[in-house]
């Protein structure tokens, strides 16, 4: 029997046609086995170039073994949930000539492609490519005082292997409201064009920030609603966020091929939306904080003496939401900051505004103020500030502490979604 089953098994594996194995297996298959796999021919070799089609169908139907959130720290690239199963070969980006991580700011990801701003002397925007080890600096704008540090990217390999476009967003303000155009710049011309569209809000002040891309489009959180911008037809417009009882913060982030708002209100109830058609958000999870089931404890989620504070005020005033996957958002819970306020007696139920990285969380912006990444930047010498990883299972309503932290830099704070690809990095034309 066992004879007659071993034989049965090799039949149907020698019956797969090259096809199969072809346009439905390896471009499945994690990067790590991947660069293995290519030296076992000269045929596969070819077949996983990156300048080929299968880098587009890598691209349709990513590794799930592959496939996280990634962010930047003061050491290396790192990678949530889990830092081995994405297979970076160099997390430190050694071969993109920096002399340290904090001399870089991650920017945007789009399809396996990420986009970096380098300081440190360079001061010029680089397209890289983590997987393959592939980095193109871009031409500065014109003039250079148009770099704002909010560019997003847009790479479609579904559309074209051969372009990408970065779209840096630029507003004006006046006593009627904000007025935001657009500097685009694409590989296949090599040049920044300044869009015809313009797109013009009444009453408002509120800068775009956060840039976040999905199915060819990128979108700008501007408090109470996003700004977007289609670099292939050149059109834009905005979409209003979900509106929530009180103040509350919220992130706009892609997973896939959709885009979710996440959300503490300031009940401490944690919500999900997702965006339906371009225009209409639709409510998939929401939790109360007197509903969520911890691991164990309060306590053993967010450190001695906190179940005197309670979930609710841990996340209404500490927690910042980072990343959904479809089933789970990751929190970070700023524990620090919390016990430095509860030893000096400041403890409340107010908002609490934390470093100026992370003021576009806030649900108001002061008349005579802008968030400004540059001034941000500026400090490059505060202290990285190092934050407890949460998880919470928004079907069961189960948080979990991960044991992980997440570092807290003045210039990188942000998740993105992330994806391993063969794809190479096209070229810039001149």
Same mark, same amino acid.
């Given at each position: 029997?066992?004879?007659?089953?071993?034989?049965?098994?090799?039949?149907?594996?020698?019956?797969?046609?090259?096809?199969? $194995? =072809?346009?439905?297996?390896?471009?499945?298959?994690?990067?790590?086995?991947?660069?293995?796999?290519?030296?076992?021919?000269?045929?596969?070799?070819?077949?996983?170039?990156?300048?080929?089609?299968?880098?587009?169908?890598?691209?349709?139907?990513?590794?799930?073994?592959?496939?996280?959130?990634?962010?930047?720290?003061?050491?290396?690239?790192?990678?949530?949930?889990?830092?081995?199963?994405?297979? $970076?070969?160099?997390?430190?980006?050694?071969?993109?000539?920096?002399?340290?991580?904090?001399?870089?700011?991650?920017?945007?990801?789009?399809?396996?492609?990420?986009?970096?701003?380098?300081?440190?002397?360079?001061?010029?925007?680089? $397209?890289?490519?983590?997987?393959?080890?592939?980095?193109?600096?871009?031409?500065?704008?014109?003039?250079?005082?148009?770099?704002?540090?909010?560019?997003?990217?847009?790479?479609?390999?579904?559309?074209?292997?051969?372009?990408?476009?970065?779209?840096?967003?630029?507003?004006?303000?006046?006593?009627?409201?904000?007025?935001?155009?657009?500097?685009?710049?694409?590989?296949?011309?090599?040049?920044?064009?300044?869009?015809?569209?313009?797109?013009?809000?009444?009453?408002?002040?509120?800068?775009?920030?956060?840039?976040?891309? =999905?199915?060819?489009?990128?979108?700008?959180?501007?408090?109470?609603?996003?700004?977007?911008?289609?670099?292939?037809?050149?059109?834009?417009?905005?979409?209003?966020?979900?509106?929530?009882?009180?103040?509350?913060?919220?992130?706009?982030?892609?997973?896939?091929?959709?885009?979710?708002?996440?959300?503490?209100?300031?009940?401490?109830?944690?919500?999900?939306?997702?965006?339906?058609?371009?225009?209409?958000?639709?409510?998939?999870?929401?939790?109360?904080?007197?509903?969520?089931?911890?691991?164990?404890?309060?306590?053993?989620?967010?450190?001695?003496?906190?179940?005197?504070?309670?979930?609710?005020?841990?996340?209404?005033?500490?927690?910042?939401?980072?990343?959904?996957?479809?089933?789970?958002?990751?929190?970070?819970?700023?524990?620090?900051?919390?016990?430095?306020?509860?030893?000096?007696?400041?403890?409340?139920?107010?908002?609490?505004?934390?470093?100026?990285?992370?003021?576009?969380?806030?649900?108001?912006?002061?008349?005579?103020?802008?968030?400004?990444?540059?001034?941000?930047?500026?400090?490059?010498?505060?202290?990285?500030?190092?934050?407890?990883?949460?998880?919470?299972?928004?079907?069961?309503?189960?948080?979990?502490?991960?044991?992980?932290?997440?570092?807290?830099?003045?210039?990188?704070?942000?998740?993105?979604?992330?994806?391993?690809?063969?794809?190479?990095?096209?070229?810039?034309?001149?």
């Amino acid at each position: 029997m066992a004879l007659h089953k071993r034989t049965l098994y090799q039949d149907q594996t020698t019956n797969l046609s090259d096809d199969v $194995i =072809c346009h439905h297996i390896l471009p499945r298959l994690p990067c790590k086995l991947l660069s293995r796999f290519k030296v076992t021919s000269k045929a596969y070799h070819a077949l996983i170039a990156p300048k080929t089609y299968f880098a587009t169908l890598q691209s349709l139907s990513p590794s799930p073994s592959s496939t996280g959130f990634i962010c930047v720290n003061s050491r290396n690239l790192s990678f949530l949930p889990h830092q081995d199963d994405i297979g $970076i070969p160099d997390p430190s980006l050694h071969f993109m000539v920096v002399k340290s991580l904090q001399d870089v700011k991650l920017l945007a990801s789009a399809n396996g492609l990420l986009l970096f701003y380098l300081f440190g002397g360079v001061n010029s925007l680089c $397209i890289c490519n983590p997987a393959t080890m592939e980095k193109k600096i871009l031409l500065k704008e014109e003039p250079e005082e148009n770099i704002t540090k909010e560019m997003g990217l847009v790479f479609n390999p579904h559309v074209s292997l051969d372009k990408y476009t970065v779209v840096g967003p630029l507003f004006e303000t006046s006593s009627a409201g904000i007025e935001y155009t657009f500097n685009v710049y694409s590989s296949q011309t090599g040049k920044w064009v300044c869009s015809k569209q313009k797109v013009f809000m009444s009453c408002s002040r509120n800068a775009p920030s956060n840039p976040v891309y =999905c199915l060819g489009l990128v979108y700008w959180s501007c408090v109470d609603y996003l700004l977007w911008f289609d670099p292939e037809k050149d059109r834009a417009g905005t979409i209003l966020l979900p509106y929530y009882y009180g103040s509350a913060r919220q992130l706009v982030e892609a997973f896939k091929d959709e885009l979710a708002c996440m959300c503490i209100t300031s009940r401490g109830d944690i919500e999900v939306w997702r965006l339906i058609g371009g225009t209409k958000w639709n409510r998939l999870y929401k939790l109360g904080s007197d509903t969520l089931i911890h691991e164990i404890s309060c306590a053993h989620c967010f450190g001695p003496l906190s179940d005197e504070i309670g979930t609710r005020s841990i996340l209404t005033d500490f927690a910042t939401p980072l990343a959904f996957d479809g089933k789970s958002m990751y929190l970070s819970v700023n524990m620090k900051e919390w016990h430095r306020l509860r030893k000096n007696r400041l403890v409340s139920n107010k908002r609490i505004s934390f470093d100026e990285d992370v003021l576009y969380f806030m649900d108001r912006v002061d008349d005579d103020y802008f968030y400004s990444d540059s001034e941000s930047d500026a400090n490059d010498d505060c202290e990285d500030n190092l934050e407890e990883l949460l998880c919470c299972d928004m079907l069961i309503g189960k948080l979990i502490n991960t044991g992980m932290s997440v570092i807290r830099t003045n210039r990188n704070f942000r998740v993105f979604y992330y994806h391993n690809s063969m794809v190479s990095v096209p070229p810039i034309s001149k």
